[in-house]
């Protein structure tokens, strides 16, 4: 199966944090199928030109048997029209080498977010006679308004909700990070669209042998830690008020670690310089071929978000199943249709939006005796091995082929 895909923000773990649309390549092409991933060279995550060089409008590239197709970028800073300019150009040349681009694809994949991408995923399977399938990892344009960047009733969020609806009627299948993909689908009245669910994972690969916790002597500092992009649906400011609160009640053996960059990095600093934080460290972006010996330095994670009606179709962050794989605690702060720290018993839940209710769970783990966490941090690790491992995901992916 010759198989094409879409995705703006998709690359390898030596650049990019969001590896899906690359490990489950690697995986499909050992299987020996062909694939050829279109993604932008500009970096959303460093916001950086980092594929090509002055006055190339496109390159290729093979990585592990995968076939890149590197298109160039519009530089931008943030979320204003440059970027959504980034957007157009990366979906218009996409179509153009698409148009020409041999062997002819047997499947195109458009992968969200954005929404321009999945459309052009289908101009090029309807002129190419190939089949198209929609992949949604980010609900646009529902979740924008429920964070309040976007009117329900403005120009942005009429066109891109044309544009999901389009995608989602001409779709031969809906693939989605979500695991309640198909309420969604049924939700925008689609009932009639097969779904799958093909969720984030781990490259058990990329991995290296994670130690058991050790016994750490009084006064050794327990640390908390969190990785992503700073974006305001995983509720930042929830994590430093509840920094605030142990600081003020005299823990200061309770340390967090922030990892990674974004558009609310500037208010992250703000905030705490304004509750005058000793406790947080901020790091700064780690692609994930870096990041794992920087969980490994951790005694809990955090998986936190805003308290929104999107969840109730599920989450899959990266961050997720990274922390899982190195087998830590952790503790989950999001209301949302699924759990899989309580589905691994791999640490303790808490309602979404209570920097309280954080705060207490952090103490609870810190109290916790050390062989009680190791035994949570090996239910993390066992779980994901067994149920998200991108080997098992890409094979459920190769059968709907």
């Known amino acids: 199966m010759n198989v094409w895909i879409l995705n703006h923000y998709a690359g390898p773990p030596e650049t990019t944090p969001a590896t899906r ?100 995923a289908f101009l090029i399977s309807r002129v190419r006679r190939s089949r198209f399938w929609f992949d949604i990892t980010d609900i646009w344009p529902q979740s924008l308004v429920e964070l309040g960047h976007l009117r329900a009733d403005s120009p942005i969020t009429k066109i891109f909700g044309f544009l999901e609806n389009f995608a989602l009627s001409r779709a031969e ?46 006064g050794t500092t327990f640390t908390v830690a969190w990785a992503g992009g700073f974006a305001p649906a995983h509720a930042l400011e929830i994590i430093l008020e509840a920094a605030s609160l142990i600081q003020s009640d005299n823990k200061n053996d309770i340390q967090f670690t922030l990892i990674g960059d974004g558009p609310e990095m500037d208010n992250t600093k703000k905030h705490i310089s304004k509750l005058n934080l000793t406790n947080v460290k901020l790091t700064g972006f780690i692609p994930k071929q870096q990041l794992y010996p920087h969980l490994m330095q ?32 952790v503790i989950f702060a999001i209301n949302s249709h699924n759990n899989p720290i309580a589905d691994a018993g791999a ?27 190791q035994k949570m941090g090996t239910q993390a690790r066992d779980y994901v091995l067994k149920e998200f491992d991108y080997t098992v995901i890409a094979n459920r992916l190769a059968k709907l082929f």
């Open 173 to 218: 299948l809906v693939m989605s990070v979500l695991p309640n993909v198909a309420e969604y689908v049924r939700d925008k009245g689609r009932a009639d669209r097969p779904t799958a669910w093909i969720p984030n994972g781990i490259d058990q690969a990329r991995a290296t042998l994670v130690p058991q916790l050790e016994e750490k002597s009084n």
């Open 298 to 329: 951790a005694d809990v994670f955090l998986v936190t978000g805003k308290n929104l009606p999107v969840y109730r179709y599920g989450v899959s962050y990266n961050k997720i199943f990274d922390y899982l794989l190195v087998g830590r605690p």
């Open 347 to 373: 640490g303790l839940s808490v309602p979404a939006e209570d920097p309280k209710s954080l705060a207490e769970a952090i103490i609870q783990l810190r109290d916790t005796p050390l062989q009680t966490r």
């Open 21 to 120: 649309t690359f490990d489950l390549s690697k995986e499909l092409v050992r299987m020996g199928h062909n694939v050829t991933i279109f993604a932008c060279s500009f970096n959303h995550y460093t916001f950086a030109e980092e594929q090509l060089k002055p006055g190339q409008l496109f390159r290729f590239a093979e990585l592990q048997g995968v076939r890149f197709i590197w298109i160039r970028g519009v530089p931008y800073k943030d979320n204003g029209w440059l970027r959504f300019f980034n957007m157009l150009v990366f979906a218009l040349l996409a179509v153009l080498i698409g148009l020409w681009l041999k062997p002819r694809p047997d499947i195109v994949i458009g992968t969200s977010v954005h929404l321009l991408a999945p459309v052009s």
